[in-house]
């Protein structure tokens, strides 16, 4: 007897040792593994070339990890905003046959088509099965796809919307507006702003007012920023925008009226805007900094009060209207100019194309990734993505809670989307860190700010009467009370005939032909290194010089022929325009 227990003791401790060595688990021992290495039991860290994060390296926080937990990996984000020669790594990368395992970048303009082309991208079709929420826009990733000429499911849109095109997609404000200090616009009586440039005198004043920044630093009207530039140089393009103009390659085209002209054309919009940033600057209005920093360093100088012009409401509003100032009396909001008509964007129900994720087709696990795609397209997701300038409510428990009078702050989600507090600690359960540092740098909506998840609840939360209740302030009652109304900015901009909608349309984009690319690109360096010389140049004089210089280098570098591909490209785009205002589509 005694030695059948010996031989059953030594059997159980050798199933106990095969069963630690193979990680299974006893039914009384405590299995704390988590989701995602319960599933996916190699932990991973896999590349994430985003064309619109602004953040690089390992993403970190509470975000990372959400991640973590569900998929056991990390994301390494490769962000070419913020290397200096972004592009150049991604040819490299390109040319490597290599993106990433994930890949955030337009499929329009041919680019999805190439990458097809070159083996680069997965086709998800044979991943897809069972993922309910990719599903639920299969119509979406297909349109998306079609660009790639080619049989498969290769690109997920972003900011897919549940309403019709030619409704603005901006619920509060316009996409672009000036949003100014309303405090010392005050100060100075709310004088009148009949056009463009009747607001350099009167941002004069409010920089007179303001003194020094939070931080005892000088304050410029406008703080300019270069890692957005593209065809043209980016917030002179901003400022165009402010008259109803999008650009499309070197076109400045309004939708609604159809008017298209060339951004070098002697009396163009894109012009104006830069004649009015050379102005500002002799004026002494302009960050010397502008030419070297990034958008993150403007971003900073925005937070601490040294900035007095946001060139789109969201950026000024969302770094410094806390609530401490607001109840100051403090704050940005939106300025009207009367010959103005700023643009906002429509709903786009087939989601953008010129920003989606696409999955790389050497990715050792796609199976993994695509169930990733699939989550950032859940509620949970949706709800914790967004970008840094926070568009979505985030995780459920943390910043709100569902109560029988609907959606509510908790007490930390009042601290981060009010108060707006810049060192607010994260629980650990939560991931730790600062909730500011563990927003999800993928900078990608997978569904329009005005969409709802299946109980009805606004994944927006600026569109909650709890928000609403909270952020009534002695700003926004007193933009009110100016202008007479007691609409949201956006709807007045609209009864008073001054906004510009671009519907939400399928566009593709267009392709340039090899020999039309090389000129293209040095046209397009050559706009953006001289729109930067002429804002700064030391006189009137320089500042003529400059344009000279850069209308006839345009000229003998071949820019009309570039033009004229825009140009068709251009009217193609404005036929699908007509037909959504006629509601055609």
């Not at 000429?149 to 672009?176: H, M, Q, R, W, Y």
């Not at 109980?455 to 609403?468: E, F, H, S």
């Not at 009652?477 to 709807?491: C, H, N, Q, R």
């Not at 290194?529 to 280098?553: N, P, Q, V």
């Amino acid at each position: 007897m005694g030695r059948l227990k010996r031989i059953i003791s030594v059997v159980f401790s050798l199933l106990l040792v095969i069963c630690t060595l193979c990680s299974c688990r006893l039914p009384y021992f405590d299995d704390t593994r988590t989701q995602g290495e319960k599933k996916y039991p190699e932990f991973i860290t896999i590349d994430v070339f985003d064309v619109q994060s602004n953040t690089r390296g390992i993403q970190r926080g509470w975000f990372a990890k959400l991640v973590r937990d569900k998929f056991n990996m990390q994301l390494n984000i490769i962000a070419p905003n913020k290397e200096e020669h972004g592009n150049a790594i991604f040819e490299s990368m390109r040319a490597s046959g290599n993106i990433g395992d994930i890949i955030f970048i337009g499929a329009d303009d041919g680019n999805l088509r190439e990458l097809v082309r070159e083996g680069l991208i997965l086709d998800m079709t044979d991943y897809i099965d069972g993922s309910e929420n990719l599903l639920k826009y299969e119509d979406q990733i297909r349109l998306t796809s079609a660009n790639s000429d080619a049989e498969g499911l290769f690109a997920i849109p972003s900011e897919i919307s549940s309403n019709t095109k030619v409704g603005e997609a901006d619920f509060s404000e316009p996409t672009n507006a000036p949003s100014i200090r309303w405090d010392l616009y005050r100060e100075l009586g709310y004088p009148e702003v009949n056009t463009l440039e009747d607001i350099l005198p009167v941002l004069s004043g409010m920089q007179e007012n303001a003194g020094k920044s939070d931080s005892g630093d000088d304050v410029y009207a406008f703080s300019l920023f270069s890692d957005w530039d593209g065809g043209i140089m980016q917030n002179a393009g901003a400022i165009t925008s402010l008259y109803g103009y999008d650009v499309l390659g070197f076109v400045l085209m309004n939708p609604e009226t159809g008017e298209m002209e060339s951004i070098a054309d002697e009396n163009s919009a894109y012009f104006r805007a830069l004649n009015f940033f050379f102005e500002a600057n002799a004026m002494g209005l302009v960050d010397p900094d502008s030419p070297y920093q990034s958008y993150d360093k403007v971003a900073s100088k925005y937070r601490d009060g040294a900035v007095l012009y946001s060139f789109w409401p969201w950026m000024g509003q969302s770094l410094y209207n806390s609530e401490t100032r607001l109840r100051e009396g403090k704050g940005f909001a939106s300025l009207r100019i009367k010959d103005a008509s700023y643009v906002t964007w429509g709903n786009d129900p087939g989601g953008k194309q010129s920003f989606c994720m696409m999955i790389g087709k050497n990715t050792k696990d796609p199976q993994r990734m695509v169930d990733f795609a699939n989550w950032l397209f859940s509620k949970e997701g949706i709800e914790c993505s967004g970008s840094p300038t926070g568009d979505f409510r985030g995780p459920e428990g943390l910043t709100w809670e569902m109560t029988e009078d609907g959606p509510k702050f908790t007490e930390f989600g009042i601290k981060a989307f009010i108060d707006m507090e810049e060192n607010l600690e994260v629980p650990e359960e939560y991931g730790g860190g600062l909730w500011s540092q563990g927003v999800s740098a993928l900078n990608f909506k997978p569904v329009d700010v005005q969409d709802s998840d299946e109980n009805g609840v606004p994944y927006r939360y600026q569109l909650w009467d709890d928000y609403a209740t909270r952020s009534k302030t002695v700003v926004y009652s007193d933009w009110s009370k100016l202008y007479g109304t007691d609409k949201e900015p956006i709807a007045y901009f609209k009864e008073q005939d001054m906004l510009t909608i671009i519907p939400g349309v399928e566009w593709g984009g267009f392709v340039y032909p090899e020999y039309l690319q090389t000129i293209e690109d040095q046209c397009r360096q050559t706009i953006v290194d001289h729109s930067w010389k002429m804002i700064f140049a030391s006189s009137r004089a320089e500042y003529d010089l400059l344009k000279k210089e850069l209308i006839s280098t345009l000229d003998k570098l071949g820019f009309d022929q570039v033009l004229e591909h825009n140009m068709k490209a251009a009217k193609e785009k404005q036929l699908l325009f007509d037909a959504a205002f006629k509601g055609d589509t």
